[in-house]
């Protein structure tokens, strides 16, 4: 055992409200500046959608991530580093602009100073790359709120890999409509492909909380990392030449504080947290053969940080006694691990990310409420998980490699919790059954409703 | 929580090694080089400055403003909020991605930086100016030059602006208001400003200089059509709500035409966090809304039909939780809480019966003091009339003084007369959704009635029991047979019908939400919003849904009742505001205008009518609308004394008084004379009479033009006198006004001097004559509430506003002394006349018993000012001192104190220590010389931020209401808020009576609290939450009841319009602008960060079904067109949209990313190119109980949502 510590994050998917805060205060902070006009750390996109890039789950196309060799092993998927350095000059898996999208200025002074005229003055387009006047065609977040999805968000990758039963529900039809918002920010993974495609090793995982970042000294703009990262959360500034990427704001992480997104999350849905992990069994955890045993692996590989072994360990490892106190604290750990409401996005890329998401909830198709005939108690207010807009198979090709039964296992523990507190709010009784059915006792769903429900901010990070 | 909260338990140590892996697979941390530097200066700062925005959001969102190298860098949400309890949510991080951007505008290209003056007029303004020396003489020559006037009005909005110098500037303003004032009168120069809550001492600055000089103070919440108008119709108070941590106390919430996430974005977590506690959720949307997302259910009702699902659920309630079974607890809230158990008079109609006027006291021969303002019920125990306490007949007499209060007594009100009824007679009921016009039709049902003093009479609640068609046995009429019979109303099927939504579902939800609140004790609450509050009839909508809330006993319960959540606001600290912002500390009152109706006339929109307003009549009426138009109408209420009418006469109100004083009468009586005469006319009846046109308009944190101007582009054409894409024929002739004069001509560019002052270039700016430079939120001090929370903030300066901008409050405070200067030779001291409607909380509301309709103009009765027609106040006004005043706390509020909703202050403490904290001026006066001692002075002077008041006025209240009340205050009695204080972080509020809710001992905020905890009466009729209203026009609109009313066929009133050109594919789609989520209102729009999170500007959003229908793809350009004007704007096509109604969200300017439009070749216009106003006439009504008015409090409303538009593919090819 060799245990490291991870700064970390949970996102709960189920109160993100899609209002983009986190992408402004975090563009306001670090990326409003020459060369990265079309950089966005963090970014919020709808689901369905293809995504900020494009398509950029389809790692058939920009061979992102890991996957095993033959022989069982892990290799980039991009190829082996011979051949990597060989397409130094000319990497076939690099997104274009186009990929992303052609950021916009304004001639905003015209309003100011336009001569008289025989029309009222207007703001028009201007590319930020050439100054010139263009059309607007794609944007940061094109998708939002479903905008155009029935003509793009068929190309979500998800979508494609659903089992044929699940795929028929999925119509861009007024009726069937279904949506959620996903932030994301880098991964920094425990198994980051960046850091290991990089060829001059400007990329690194910070030893003391597991940061990736980019020295800005090393780097020689050859982008490999940016192919590399299934998630494209590596960007190139195209001023410097060199590539930028999230740094989980760590002049603020190191002053005590959370990171920009997560302060500024006005839907309160981020946590952050240190989780201690086991460097040893990341290589092996990252190379189980059966992708649906990832999320478990991952889980594995994370330690127990109130078990005394791994306490003295860590002690023994230079991991100070207050971090030991924060990993013991830690919403994220308690979240991930003690209470499995939070899944890893993609598992199958094999980076082992370490930000976490709880799924979301969402209405019901009115057709199937209405077809039951048993909605006549008006004290069961609650449907059934099965009856919810969002399919499960869907969900699981984002958080579970595919594993219906681990997202189902989180939708039913959020909607046995509301159903419990239902009950103890209203007629102050304990909802046993509903305990029962999700292997909770009555302390972990008071637990778990105060961390999500109540979140008080020295709770959240 | 703490000043600051703790830090992340971690800390970096070291930076000592690297390490790769053992498979070579990844790098630990390499050597600790400085390369990282980069990151951390791009974090360092110089300084934080707390501040929040003013913007029309509720916001009011306490934010860290980062500064470095004396430049602004970034903003961040505060986190240090006072603490809700451990048991519930904080309130931290408030904010959103558009505050998140503010900061942009800062530096941004199109910042106004200095004072500009279009070209073409500041020529003409240098050169007369030169040749006469005289500003205001200059002025007088370029106005009164139809030709020079007409080549500076047509330059409106053509660009051509010329930088000027603050001297210049304030000069022509200045002389213009002279030279409006002394020609013209007062009331033509006009001030438009919104939203006090939003930014106090800048609201106040120019309000309060408009009242000094007698100026025309529009209002905004009923012109942007947030005002819910059947709030004061059903509670007599205007908007109450409860804060967003309350709905964490509600078990079953329904969203209800409100987009929490997307227009209350701070507040939204307490939604969706409620919901583990075990709330349930509901969203009720006509398209797949982003509040949809985090609901159990979604019903989705066509738009407009909202009143028919709410009147179907009120069906099931009555139904199951009345009829079927009784609820202890809900009887027992009807009784006290509602006019449910009171008796209306029945009227003989035809061989039945109709609803008339509530039964009172002087039915019963009773002659006591206003005995007809004391409403009547049945006692169950004794079958005996009995009048409670707490009618507005206690509340304005003698008599009444501690009887006030809803105290019953032994008193069991019945609220059926099933048991005692001496007959079962038919009565007939108005529906709308049968019947050839807008007028609907009637239906007959019966009702238990009694004989009663000669009377045959019902009780509310059984005409409401056949309102919503709950049948009883034994009685006469068409009833449903059960909740399928889709061929009665309310029932669910019937619902289904209209909606959309399935029967099975509008019953489930019903049941739900009654159940939820009998087992919670009223904890069900529906937030509603835009979405049901913008149409034409949304005062039905919204009546449907009250009555919802309050059958199942929630309002007045925490986590209970309405959540009104659209243009809401709440200034905290109401009564210091309005009583320095409208210089009430100098003179009182001011001229405050009803604000639709003043757009109406000034824009001209009056003459492009396609239907009268007694199409709107029920057959119920007795023809009281007949042949009025809407204008009439609008008329009638202003020379009843119902409603404003500025400007008022069709003479300078100052000539006025100088012809009383040679003639030697009085003012009032001379002007009644004149009026009786025919000599004197109100300007609503000659609005294009160039004596009768508003001159001189002022706007300041506002976007008039480009957000809020319904029917924008009648504004450009009429208004402005510039081009303008209206296509719209004018009235036949056959169905013009009657009482107002038609000038063949419509005048076009009434307005002489358009004045915007903002930092940002708006369409307001576009279009002025003179554009002042702003400072903006991060650079000047100021005060902001909302009612979201309970907490008072301040802005503050992060830095000294760059270039030439300047605060609000300098630049009216500049402005005041100019004028002044210019004031002393073109005016000195004159008399002002005021026509001042029949006002709320004051005893005008006894004015009009019964409601009754008496004309003096058509021989009804005579003109007796404050009864009949409005009151006549003649006001002195030193207009070579207005500056002074400006800058001082005046003699009046010594001597006669402040007054809010009827309570009156006694603030002599205040003032000495005003005097002290601020110094003096003049004579003695507490100084007001800066923004800073304006923010001081209404924090003192408002029972909210000082305890002392709260406990005076709650036990001035107590003497009238005989309850105790004063207790509510005591924990707060010595807390003063002060400036000082806001500007170090939040500060939660004192429970005072200028609102109902109370946050006493830490409790959340709801509204109403205080009726029903401390049985204090609502300020109505009956002193209950009214169901029933029996105001002469509301029989006449078939609208004494919850009614469901459809939205305006507009293609009937206005025909096809489509083009049909070429056989071009076109579809007509039902026209919605929802707020949007990438600005608040026109503001952030031209943001570089909202316009890269959109789509980088205006577009429609439409479903695939319509897109398909005219071969529309995503991102195609689109026009938009029907006969008010034309938009040009990219399509967004996507499937929640339902099929036949498109969205332009809310205020998109036309000022980024806008083409010219095909079919007018002039640029496309604003979301409001293709709306207009249209007034309803229910909304004109005064002088009677709640139905008085006050400001923001009663009026018209600038409904939008009920209109319809052409939509075709246009050329890719654009041109701007």
Same mark, same amino acid.
């Given at each position: 055992m060799r245990p490291m510590a991870q700064v970390a994050m949970v996102m709960n998917l189920d109160k993100c409200i899609g209002c983009h805060t986190c992408s402004v205060t975090c563009k306001q902070t670090w990326t409003n500046r020459d060369g990265t006009e079309y950089v966005w750390f963090n970014n919020v996109e709808t689901k369905p959608g293809i995504g900020y890039p494009k398509h950029y789950e389809d790692q058939e196309r920009w061979k992102g991530g890991w996957e095993l060799d033959r022989k069982g092993r892990l290799r980039l998927r991009s190829g082996s580093r011979v051949k990597r350095l060989a397409s130094l000059f000319a990497n076939p898996d690099l997104p274009s602009i186009d990929d992303y999208y052609e950021p916009i200025t304004y001639d905003y002074d015209t309003l100011l100073k336009a001569p008289a005229g025989p029309h009222t003055p207007v703001i028009r387009p201007k590319s930020a790359l050439t100054g010139k006047d263009t059309a607007i065609t794609w944007g940061a977040n094109w998708e939002d709120d479903l905008g155009g999805a029935a003509e793009h968000a068929g190309g979500d990758p998800n979508l494609a890999s659903l089992p044929p039963e699940a795929a028929e529900r999925v119509r861009f039809e007024f009726e069937r409509t279904f949506m959620f918002h996903l932030p994301r920010i880098c991964e920094h993974c425990l198994n980051p492909a960046c850091v290991s495609a990089c060829p001059s090793g400007a990329m690194y995982k910070r030893e003391e909380d597991g940061i990736v970042l980019v020295d800005q000294d090393r780097c020689r703009g050859w982008r490999m990392c940016v192919s590399a990262c299934p998630y494209k959360k590596v960007y190139v500034n195209h001023h410097t030449g060199k590539a930028e990427k999230c740094t989980f704001c760590f002049p603020r992480i190191e002053a005590g504080q959370p990171t920009v997104c997560a302060e500024t999350c006005v839907g309160r849905l981020r946590y952050l947290g240190l989780v201690l992990y086991d460097a040893d069994a990341v290589t092996a955890a990252a190379s189980v053969p059966d992708e649906r045993d990832l999320l478990e692996a991952q889980r594995a590989a994370f330690l127990d940080p109130a078990d005394p072994a791994v306490i003295e360990a860590a002690l023994a490892a230079g991991i100070p006694a207050d971090w030991l106190d924060a990993a013991r604290r830690s919403p994220v750990y308690e979240l991930a691990v003690r209470h499995r409401v939070a899944l890893p996005l993609h598992p199958e890329y094999r980076t082992m990310p370490m930000v976490w998401y709880i799924p979301p909830l969402s209405p019901v198709l009115d057709a199937v409420s209405d077809m039951d005939g048993d909605n006549t108690d008006p004290d069961d207010v609650f449907h059934a998980i099965r009856d919810l807009r969002i399919p499960m198979e869907y969900l699981a090709s984002l958080f579970s490699a595919g594993d219906v039964d681990v997202v189902a296992g989180v939708l039913m523990k959020l909607s046995a919790m509301r159903g419990y507190m239902r009950a103890r709010t209203l007629d102050g009784t304990v909802a046993d059954d509903l305990l029962t059915a999700t292997g909770m006792s009555g302390a972990d769903v008071e637990r778990l409703y105060r961390l999500l429900a109540i979140a008080k901010y020295d709770e959240r990070y | 929580m703490g000043a600051m909260p703790d830090p992340l338990p971690f800390t970096r140590r070291f930076l000592t090694r690297a390490e790769v892996s053992a498979d070579g697979r990844t790098l630990h941390q390499i050597d600790p080089s400085a390369w990282d530097r980069f990151y951390r200066d791009r974090w360092a700062h110089d300084k934080v400055v707390r501040s929040t925005h003013g913007v029309n959001c509720t916001g009011s969102c306490s934010w860290q403003v980062f500064v470095k190298d004396g430049l602004i860098t970034w903003e961040h949400q505060a986190t240090d909020y006072p603490s809700v309890g451990p048991e519930s949510p904080e309130y931290e991080p408030r904010g959103c991605p558009r505050g998140a951007s503010f900061s942009w505008y800062t530096y941004s290209p199109s910042r106004v930086r200095y004072p500009y003056v279009r070209g073409v007029l500041l020529d003409l303004w240098r050169e007369a100016r030169q040749r006469l020396g005289d500003p205001v003489a200059a002025w007088a020559e370029i106005t009164g030059d139809p030709g020079k006037a007409r080549t500076y009005k047509r330059a409106r909005g053509k660009g051509g602006f010329v930088r000027s110098t603050w001297d210049e500037v304030t000069e022509l303003v200045a002389a213009a208001h002279v030279h409006t004032t002394k020609a013209h009168g007062p009331d033509r120069v006009v001030g438009f400003s919104p939203i006090p809550a939003m930014s106090m001492a800048s609201f106040a600055a120019g309000t309060r200089?408009?009242?000094?000089?007698?100026?025309?103070?529009?209002?905004?919440?009923?012109?942007?059509?947030?005002?819910?108008?059947?709030?004061?119709?059903?509670?007599?108070?205007?908007?109450?709500?409860?804060?967003?941590?309350?709905?964490?106390?509600?078990?079953?919430?329904?969203?209800?035409?409100?987009?929490?996430?997307?227009?209350?974005?701070?507040?939204?977590?307490?939604?969706?966090?409620?919901?583990?506690?075990?709330?349930?959720?509901?969203?009720?949307?006509?398209?797949?809304?982003?509040?949809?997302?985090?609901?159990?259910?979604?019903?989705?009702?066509?738009?407009?039909?909202?009143?028919?699902?709410?009147?179907?659920?009120?069906?099931?309630?009555?139904?199951?939780?009345?009829?079927?079974?009784?609820?202890?607890?809900?009887?027992?809230?009807?009784?006290?809480?509602?006019?449910?158990?009171?008796?209306?008079?029945?009227?003989?109609?035809?061989?039945?019966?109709?609803?008339?006027?509530?039964?009172?006291?002087?039915?019963?021969?009773?002659?006591? &003091?206003?005995?007809?303002?004391?409403?009547?019920?049945?006692?169950?125990?004794?079958?005996?009339?009995?009048?409670?306490?707490?009618?507005?007949?206690?509340?304005?007499?003698?008599?009444?003084?501690?009887?006030?209060?809803?105290?019953?007594?032994?008193?069991?009100?019945?609220?059926?007369?099933?048991?005692?009824?001496?007959?079962?007679?038919?009565?007939?009921?108005?529906?709308?959704?049968?019947?050839?016009?807008?007028?609907?039709?009637?239906?007959?049902?019966?009702?238990?009635?009694?004989?009663?003093?000669?009377?045959?009479?019902?009780?509310?609640?059984?005409?409401?029991?056949?309102?919503?068609?709950?049948?009883?046995?034994?009685?006469?009429?068409?009833?449903?047979?059960?909740?399928?019979?889709?061929?009665?109303?309310?029932?669910?099927?019937?619902?289904?019908?209209?909606?959309?939504?399935?029967?099975?579902?509008?019953?489930?939800?019903?049941?739900?939400?009654?159940?939820?609140?009998?087992?919670?004790?009223?904890?069900?609450?529906?937030?509603?919003?835009?979405?049901?509050?913008?149409?034409?009839?949304?005062?039905?909508?919204?009546?449907?849904?009250?009555?919802?809330?309050?059958?199942?006993?929630?309002?007045?319960?925490?986590?209970?009742?309405?959540?009104?959540?659209?243009?809401?606001?709440?200034?905290?600290?109401?009564?210091?505001?309005?009583?320095?912002?409208?210089?009430?500390?100098?003179?009182?009152?001011?001229?405050?205008?009803?604000?639709?109706?003043?757009?109406?006339?000034?824009?001209?929109?009056?003459?492009?009518?396609?239907?009268?307003?007694?199409?709107?009549?029920?057959?119920?009426?007795?023809?009281?609308?007949?042949?009025?138009?809407?204008?009439?109408?609008?008329?009638?209420?202003?020379?009843?004394?119902?409603?404003?009418?500025?400007?008022?006469?069709?003479?300078?109100?100052?000539?006025?008084?100088?012809?009383?004083?040679?003639?030697?009468?009085?003012?009032?009586?001379?002007?009644?004379?004149?009026?009786?005469?025919?000599?004197?006319?109100?300007?609503?009846?000659?609005?294009?009479?160039?004596?009768?046109?508003?001159?001189?308009?002022?706007?300041?944190?506002?976007?008039?033009?480009?957000?809020?101007?319904?029917?924008?582009?009648?504004?450009?054409?009429?208004?402005?006198?510039?081009?303008?894409?209206?296509?719209?024929?004018?009235?036949?002739?056959?169905?013009?006004?009657?009482?107002?004069?038609?000038?063949?001509?419509?005048?076009?560019?009434?307005?002489?001097?358009?004045?915007?002052?903002?930092?940002?270039?708006?369409?307001?700016?576009?279009?002025?004559?003179?554009?002042?430079?702003? /400072?903006?939120?991060? &650079?000047?001090?100021?005060?902001?509430?909302?009612?979201?929370?309970?907490?008072?903030?301040?802005?503050?300066?992060?830095? /000294?506003?760059?270039?030439?901008?300047?605060?609000?409050?300098?630049?009216?405070?500049?402005?005041?002394?100019?004028?002044?200067?210019?004031?002393?030779?073109?005016?000195?001291?004159?008399?002002?006349?005021? /026509?001042?409607?029949?006002?709320?909380?004051?005893?005008?509301?006894?004015?009009?018993?019964?409601?009754?309709?008496r004309d003096w103009k058509h021989g009804e009765c005579e003109p007796v000012p404050g009864r009949t027609m409005p009151k006549l106040v003649p006001i002195e006004r030193d207009y070579a001192a207005i500056g002074e005043k400006m800058r001082a706390i005046g003699p009046l509020l010594d001597t006669l104190g402040t007054t809010t909703k009827g309570i009156t202050y006694d603030v002599g403490p205040e003032l000495a220590y005003l005097r002290s904290q601020n110094g003096v001026r003049g004579d003695n006066r507490p100084s007001l010389a800066t923004a800073e001692h304006m923010c001081e002075a209404i924090l003192a002077l408002s029972a909210t931020t000082n305890g002392r008041l709260a406990g005076q006025g709650f036990r001035t209240l107590e003497r009238r209401t005989g309850t105790r009340l004063a207790d509510l205050a005591e924990e707060n009695e010595g807390k003063r808020i002060t400036f000082e204080d806001t500007r170090k972080g939040p500060q939660p509020v004192v429970t005072s009576p200028e609102w109902s809710g109370s946050e006493t001992g830490g409790r959340r905020y709801s509204a109403f609290v205080i009726n029903v905890e401390r049985d204090k009466p609502w300020h109505t009729l009956t002193g209950r939450q009214q169901f029933f209203v029996d105001h002469d026009w509301m029989i006449e609109l078939g609208e004494q009841l919850p009614v469901y009313r459809p939205p305006l066929n507009m293609h009937s009133h206005f025909g096809d319009q489509t083009l049909g050109e070429d056989g071009r594919a076109e579809v007509t789609v039902r026209y919605l602008t929802p707020h949007s989520k990438w600005s608040i209102h026109s503001e952030y729009q031209d943001n570089a960060y909202m316009l890269a999170l959109s789509r980088g500007g205006p577009t429609i959003w439409m479903s695939t079904v319509d897109a398909e229908k005219i071969g529309v793809a995503d991102n195609d350009w689109v026009e938009a067109y029907n006969r008010n004007g034309v938009v040009a704007a990219r399509a967004v096509v996507s499937h929640r949209m339902p099929a036949g109604t498109v969205f332009m969200y809310h205020a998109k300017d036309r000022n980024v990313n806008v083409p010219r439009t095909e079919l007018s070749g002039k640029r496309g216009g604003t979301h409001n190119s293709l709306t207009r106003l249209l007034l309803k006439p229910s909304h004109l009504i005064g002088g009677y109980g709640q139905f008085t008015y006050a400001f923001n409090y009663y009026g018209p409303t600038g409904n939008q949502r009920d209109e319809v538009t052409v939509i075709r593919r246009r050329s890719q090819e654009v041109t701007y």
């Open positions: - | 200089y408009h009242s000094l000089i007698g100026g025309t103070l529009l209002s905004f919440y009923d012109w942007y059509a947030d005002l819910p108008v059947a709030s004061p119709q059903v509670w007599g108070d205007q908007t109450d709500v409860p804060e967003s941590a309350d709905w964490w106390n509600s078990s079953y919430l329904v969203m209800w035409g409100s987009n929490i996430p997307v227009t209350r974005t701070p507040d939204a977590h307490f939604l969706t966090e409620a919901r583990y506690r075990g709330t349930k959720v509901v969203a009720v949307s006509p398209d797949y809304a982003d509040n949809v997302k985090f609901a159990d259910d979604w019903l989705a009702p066509h738009p407009g039909t909202d009143g028919a699902l709410a009147m179907a659920m009120g069906h099931v309630v009555l139904t199951e939780f009345f009829r079927d079974r009784e609820v202890p607890y809900f009887t027992g809230y009807a009784r006290r809480y509602t006019d449910l158990p009171f008796l209306v008079c029945l009227e003989q109609r035809g061989d039945g019966y109709q609803a008339g006027k509530f039964l009172t006291s002087t039915d019963l021969g009773d002659d006591e &003091e206003s005995a007809a303002f004391r409403t009547v019920l049945l006692d169950d125990r004794t079958g005996e009339t009995v009048v409670p306490n707490g009618t507005l007949g206690h509340r304005w007499s003698e008599s009444g003084k501690g009887n006030w209060n809803l105290d019953l007594g032994d008193v069991e009100p019945a609220l059926t007369l099933y048991r005692w009824a001496d007959e079962h007679v038919p009565v007939d009921l108005p529906r709308f959704d049968e019947g050839a016009g807008e007028g609907g039709t009637t239906l007959r049902r019966g009702v238990p009635a009694l004989r009663v003093g000669g009377r045959l009479v019902t009780t509310v609640f059984d005409l409401l029991m056949a309102q919503y068609g709950v049948a009883r046995d034994g009685l006469p009429g068409s009833w449903p047979q059960s909740y399928e019979d889709s061929m009665q109303p309310c029932t669910p099927a019937w619902a289904e019908e209209i909606t959309s939504v399935p029967a099975a579902t509008t019953a489930r939800i019903a049941r739900e939400f009654a159940r939820n609140a009998e087992r919670s004790q009223g904890r069900s609450m529906i937030a509603m919003g835009a979405g049901t509050n913008h149409w034409f009839h949304s005062d039905t909508i919204y009546r449907a849904f009250l009555a919802l809330v309050m059958l199942t006993g929630c309002q007045g319960r925490n986590g209970g009742g309405w959540a009104h959540y659209v243009g809401q606001e709440k200034a905290r600290p109401v009564t210091g505001m309005q009583h320095l912002a409208f210089a009430f500390d100098w003179q009182r009152p001011t001229r405050h205008m009803a604000g639709t109706a003043f757009w109406y006339l000034a824009s001209d929109q009056w003459r492009y009518e396609g239907f009268r307003a007694d199409e709107l009549a029920n057959p119920l009426g007795k023809g009281l609308l007949r042949g009025k138009a809407f204008a009439d109408c609008n008329a009638q209420a202003a020379r009843l004394g119902w409603l404003p009418s500025h400007p008022t006469f069709n003479r300078n109100p100052l000539d006025l008084a100088d012809e009383a004083r040679r003639a030697g009468s009085s003012v009032a009586e001379h002007i009644v004379g004149e009026l009786k005469a025919g000599r004197l006319r109100f300007a609503a009846e000659q609005p294009d009479d160039p004596a009768n046109f508003p001159r001189a308009l002022t706007v300041w944190r506002a976007n008039l033009l480009g957000s809020s101007g319904k029917g924008n582009e009648y504004f450009l054409r009429h208004l402005l006198g510039t081009d303008a894409a209206v296509r719209s024929v004018e009235t036949a002739e056959s169905q013009r006004p009657h009482e107002l004069d038609w000038t063949e001509d419509a005048p076009e560019g009434k307005l002489d001097l358009l004045t915007t002052i903002d930092f940002r270039m708006t369409s307001t700016a576009l279009f002025a004559d003179v554009v002042l430079p702003a /400072a903006t939120w991060y &650079e000047k001090h100021d005060l902001s509430s909302t009612d979201m929370h309970p907490f008072v903030h301040a802005f503050n300066p992060a830095i /000294a506003p760059p270039w030439q901008a300047r605060t609000d409050y300098d630049t009216f405070l500049a402005l005041a002394d100019r004028f002044s200067a210019l004031a002393t030779d073109h005016l000195g001291t004159r008399t002002d006349v005021l /026509a001042v409607p029949l006002a709320h909380d004051t005893p005008d509301e006894l004015a009009q018993p019964g409601g009754r309709v």
